[in-house]
């Protein structure tokens, strides 16, 4: 880079400004439990206030309340992301609670392993409606939010290795995720001049409750053939861990604008 361009920079901030959230609020879809849960706790650790939703108003209360036990600004919040107007009411109560949104996670999600032939309309519109259309509408109200406060944010939503290639059984949420792709792709080319960054992370298989159920429709002889295709296009011959992801949605949960 030359000379002219650099100084067309300001220094980036330091690696500890990085780790702070101080005085940013995070709303989080599906935060009771698995890849959600450890995404609160990384950012609430890194001092954000964060509204966690869930469908499951139990572990999602338990969950902040263990924050909570630690010293951290966790709400609970039940919510079903696919219900019509959700979006904008968990961001409303969001905004009520602390005040602004600057970082919104959507995670929440569902892959009921379902053979192709098997699969019927109710299950296919779930699925979209979980994890295609909530994310939509979710992003686009914490944009709306984002952009009346002025000063950017950041949107993260989960997708999956299945947006890239498929596993097998799960034809409607390969189709989701990819969708989540290419919507993560096209919000980021909107929302950019507004200073809102838009991310995916597309996780490989983790371990989590819904993991663990997720193949409960399958014989024992299809829940095999997944776990060998997983294991076996792993290069460290393992599922992941939760908080693998998490770090990977904290480093990328900060916008800095070059001045
Ligand atoms: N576990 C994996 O191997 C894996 C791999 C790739 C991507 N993902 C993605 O990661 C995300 C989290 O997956 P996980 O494995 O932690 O799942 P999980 O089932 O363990 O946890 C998901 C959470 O979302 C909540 N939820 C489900 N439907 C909801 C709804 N309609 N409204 C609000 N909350 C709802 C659940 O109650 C639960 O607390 C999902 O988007 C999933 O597709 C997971």
Redesign the pocket.
């Known amino acids: 880079m030359s000379e002219t361009k650099h100084t067309q920079f300001s220094a980036p901030p330091p690696l500890a400004a990085l780790l702070n959230l101080h005085g940013k609020t995070a709303l989080v ?9 450890a995404i609160v706790d990384r950012l609430a650790e890194a001092g954000a206030r964060v509204m966690l ?4 108003a139990t ?1 999602a209360a338990v969950w902040a309340d263990h924050q909570r036990a630690l010293g951290r600004d966790v709400t609970a919040m039940q ?4 219900t019509k107007g959700e979006a904008t009411r968990v961001v409303a109560a969001t905004v009520a609670q602390y005040g602004g949104l600057d970082i919104l996670v959507n ?5 009921p392993f379902s053979p192709m032939l098997d699969t019927d309309e109710a299950l296919w519109d779930r699925v979209m409606a ?2 295609e259309r ?1 994310t939509f509408f979710h992003a686009q109200a914490a944009a709306r939010q984002m952009s009346a406060q002025g000063h950017g944010g950041v949107i993260v939503n ?5 947006a890239l290639h498929p596993t097998g059984n799960l034809v409607h ?1 390969d189709t989701s ?1 990819g969708g989540v792709g290419m919507m993560t792709r096209s919000m980021a080319l909107e929302l950019g001049h507004l200073a809102i960054r838009v991310n995916a992370v ?10 663990a159920s997720a193949m409960t429709g399958l014989s024992a002889e299809q829940m095999a053939a997944v776990g060998t295709a997983f294991n076996a296009r792993v290069p460290l011959g393992r ?2 861990h ?1 908080d693998e992801i998490a770090r990977v949605v904290l480093s990328s949960r900060r916008t800095w604008r070059p001045t």
């Open positions: 879809t599906g935060g009771a439990q698995g890849i959600g849960a939703t869930d469908l499951d572990h919510s079903d992301v696919s995670n929440a999600g569902i892959f979980v994890n909530a989960v997708s999956s290795i299945d949420y995720k597309a996780p490989g298989s983790v371990q989590t409750p819904g993991a599922a992941g939760v």
